[in-house]
């Protein structure tokens, strides 16, 4: 328990806690970078794909600028474009959507489960037509969406799946860990993500050579040899220094997934009985991972405000549903079409977590949170 009356200042997330429980480590790593002048792929870069690729248990990993690139080129790669239409939910980030127009596709959203957050099958096979040429199965907060009645649907219609693995670096689904459950996947490797680099990221993952040797033309000019361009790509190629950093950061990866695992845990015991929503547990112990942490009240706009009075930030993943966004009008979705998103935008509400959080700082949360529900 925390002491009463001592206050504290919680962060969302200490990204410089972490930096500095390795910081030695990732300083040589750089230099190395540096004295190499590799500034863009390299060795650093073939060493992450290499690591990273044997860490998710594929056998190809292409490492990439950002997330939101990793989607499109993996997108490209499996031809999806004009005339066709790819499937996902509406509750995701943005850049799931968007990576999907900038194919050329339609994207056709779906509402999502209530407890797993993540996409209803049934709507799913609803939304199928003949122009559906891919799903983007999104795991979101770090649990795995459920991806076996998604193969199957996927083989019946010979439509490709593509993980939207950006928010569940390590997480399991029966003993598969994400980014080599469907035909090919999409890391971030955003700052804030669970396996963060130290700038903008990106991978792509899958067990297929042909849509590998794509990727990688993709990602670089649509070249395999300086000046020979074979397709149309782009420029989407992982800085060295940002290799580097990940190369350090994958060998705690496993470690700060467990450590977040029991932030989740305490803050599930501490806030039983609240009138709040937790995060379901609909994954076997121990193979999902938290991302972020997720309650749900029909006060949330009146508790994060009071949290934040006692300094303690809190987000919204995300407040306003993707189907609502002015930048995806012309797909002509309307308020009220995806019920189940649009209720958790307005009760959804992201706790503080990351690794190096401490059962004191959690018990501190939680004391305001019951604080707000007692009337104090
Ligand atoms: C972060 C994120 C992305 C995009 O990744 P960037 O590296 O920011 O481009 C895509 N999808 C989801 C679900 C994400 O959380």
Redesign the pocket.
């Known amino acids: 328990m925390a002491d009463k009356g001592i206050e504290m200042k919680i962060p969302y997330l200490d990204l410089q806690l972490q930096y500095q429980s390795i910081k030695s480590e990732i300083d040589t790593a750089i230099s190395k970078v540096l004295d190499n002048s590799s500034y863009v792929l390299g060795p650093s870069v073939q060493e992450f794909e290499k690591n990273y690729a044997e860490y998710c248990g594929v056998s190809y990993c292409t490492g990439v600028n950002?997330?939101?690139n990793a989607?499109l080129l993996a997108l490209k790669a499996l031809d999806v474009g004009h005339g066709d239409e790819v499937i996902t939910t509406a509750n995701?980030?943005i850049?799931?959507v968007a990576a999907v127009y900038h194919s050329g596709a339609k994207p056709v959203l779906v509402d999502v489960d209530p407890d797993s957050r993540n996409i209803d099958i049934n709507l799913l096979s609803m939304a199928l037509s003949n122009k559906t040429k891919a799903i983007i199965p999104?795991h979101?907060y770090g649990h795995i969406a459920n991806m076996d009645p998604i193969l199957e649907l996927a083989k019946k219609y010979n439509i490709h799946v593509l993980e939207?693995a950006?928010?569940a670096q390590g997480a399991f689904y029966k003993n598969k860990r994400s980014g080599s459950i469907g035909e090919m996947a999409a890391f971030?490797f955003?700052p804030g993500?669970n396996l963060g680099a130290y700038g903008?990221a990106?991978a792509i993952t899958t067990n297929d050579p042909k849509l590998d040797k794509i990727v990688r033309m993709l990602r670089d000019h649509g070249s395999q040899k300086k000046y020979h361009h074979e397709l149309p790509g782009y420029n989407a190629r992982m800085d060295g220094i940002q290799g580097a950093v990940l190369n350090v950061k994958l060998k705690y990866l496993d470690q700060w997934n467990k450590a977040r695992n029991k932030v989740a845990g305490w803050y599930d015991e501490a806030l039983k009985g609240l009138p709040i929503k937790l995060p379901s547990h609909i994954n076997e112990e121990g193979e999902q991972v938290y991302h972020v942490y997720v309650i749900e009240t029909d006060q949330r706009d009146k508790l994060q405000k009071y949290l934040l009075k006692n300094e303690i930030p809190t987000i919204i993943h995300y407040p306003i549903p993707v189907h609502l966004q002015d930048a995806f009008e012309n797909l002509y979705y309307k308020k009220g079409e995806f019920p189940v998103t649009e209720k958790l935008a307005d009760e959804i509400l992201s706790l503080p977590i990351f690794p190096e959080m401490t059962q004191e700082q959690v018990e501190y949360v939680c004391e305001k949170i019951r604080d707000f529900f007692n009337g104090n």
């Open positions: 950002n997330g939101t989607l995701t980030f850049a799931t999104v979101l939207d950006a928010q971030s955003y993500k903008e990106g």
